[in-house]
């Protein structure tokens, strides 16, 4: 068998004193078992305290060890990753992060399906014999689990999220909007399935999504939101004209722009850090469509998407970002918030709303 090990590099004299991220990693490979927790400790913040090679061993350790987060394979024998997750959320909440390689054919939505019963994320799975790529997912990964495992998660997140009362803009007294764009991150696919989910098929503008994900993921994601929303749910194609009543996702590993009414897909500039980048698309929108738009921006880390919403803003947009209590990792949305790029800062149950009755007029 080759060797999967991953190298990581020497502990820090913080890293030893700082206390540690406990992480319990299931999945029925041996070989992947190995390889994820190679992976997770070589970062000195992070220490695997259990394994388990199916789902029913996992709800066991998670129980006995409470742990602060779990890294969630999908397809074992005896339980699967739903179940476990579902069980796990139920009795022991912990945050989940779903690592998985069903991307492709018919186990394309079962990574997603694990967001509606309380994962947080989704994350490609690395293989031992991807080494060209096995740096960057491994590093992905680590990211992931240190932003997740401080997210504190109650059971059946999404059904047990109190809608407050939210004070809205005078959206009714502006222009009628021609456009909304979304942008979003870290906990994003559930969260854009709460706004587009409430949106009716009949809407009379299209809207666009930049979602940063891992590479392979976006037509698997593209076809969870679609079966469980009225409006159609697709990802962008260069050239495309968008349809009203319709969201076009950005793929992953190029940039989403408008060039006139036409949607454009783009490489990536030299130095970005998150690609589908959301300022890229949001500032196209703000200078092709100016006021006839509606800016959304979710839940996500660091502040990507900030000085976009604000440059929309700044042109007549309506924008909205997401409020902290809703949001899985309150960064871009604080950051727009910040700068004054928000008119509206709304729990994700409420956005939805927000958007139609801008778009109505």
Known sequence: ????????????????????????????SFV?????????????DIEVVGQAKNGAEAVERVAALRPDIVTMDIHMPVLDGLDATEQIMAFAPTPILVVSTSVYGQGMGSAFEALDLGALDVVKKPEARDWTTLGEIGEAIIQKVKVLANVKVVTHVR???????????????????SLVAIGSSTGGPSALLEVLGRLSADLP??????????????SGLASWLDSGCAIKVTVAENGVVPEPGVAYLAPTGANLRFEGSAMRVVASSPGQVYVPNIDTLFDSVALMHGANTVGVLLTGMGADGAEGLKLMRNEG??????????????????AAVDIGAAMDVLPVHCVADAITKAVLG
């Open 1 to 28: 068998m080759a060797d999967a090990r991953w190298q990581g590099g020497p502990m820090s004299a913080v890293g030893r004193i700082r206390k540690k991220i406990r992480a319990v990693v299931v999945d029925d």
């Open 32 to 44: 992947a078992r190995e390889l994820l927790v190679q992976i997770l400790q070589s970062d000195p």
């Open 159 to 177: 059904g047990k999220r109190t809608v407050r009362p939210a004070r809205l803009a005078k959206v009714g007294s502006m222009a009628k909007r």
């Open 205 to 218: 503008v299209p809207v666009v999504v930049a979602q940063h994900i891992a590479d392979g993921f976006v």
């Open 317 to 334: 947009a309506y924008t909205i970002a997401q409020d902290e209590a809703t949001s899985v990792v309150y960064g871009m949305p604080k």
